[in-house]
């Protein structure tokens, strides 16, 4: 009976390179199993943030109320407007009309009023502005 007997040397170098790339290749499958599952439903776009319908909130100018016009749907601001903004209002304060059309551009745009830009002319009107949507939309926001 003659066995050969075979003997196997393995490096230590080899071994620990087989490990590392078993690793790697561990981690970039899991990489790429959470990478291309689908996202669930509640980090989606369809999410509820308002309930539907026309808020206002009143913004004072120099003794004049003027009332801004806030409409959204569940997860979109429609429109803001100035709703009851008459023609001696736009003879005293002529850049508040512009203001608004400019905020409500970047509104409509971004979807929040987060990085609102204001205009050079008439910063401090445009916070007013800015301020009196922000309180319209809480009274929009859904509450969970």
């Known amino acids: 009976m003659s066995s050969k007997t075979k003997i196997v040397v393995l490096h230590m170098k080899e071994i620990i390179y087989t ?3 078993a690793v790697l290749a561990i981690v970039l499958i899991l990489l790429l199993v959470f ?10 776009v369809d999410e509820e943030k308002y309930v539907p319908g026309v808020y206002t909130s009143t913004v004072t100018l120099n003794n004049t109320a003027l ?24 003879t005293m304060f002529p850049l508040i009309q512009p203001a608004i059309e400019d905020i409500a551009e970047q509104v409509y745009d971004k979807q929040s009023l987060d990085d609102i830009k204001y205009s050079e002319d008439n910063p401090y009107t445009s916070q ?17």
Do not use: C, Q
């Not at 990478?35 to 989606?44: E, H, T």
């Open 19 to 21: 490990a590392v790339f």
């Open 128 to 144: 007013l502005i800015v301020n009196a949507i922000d309180e319209a939309l809480k009274k929009a926001a859904v509450t969970k």
């Open 35 to 44: 990478m291309f599952l689908p996202k669930s439903k509640g980090a989606g």
């Open 67 to 90: 009332e801004v016009e806030v409409s959204v749907d569940e997860s979109h601001i429609n429109s803001v407007r100035f709703s009851n903004l008459d023609e001696t209002v736009t």
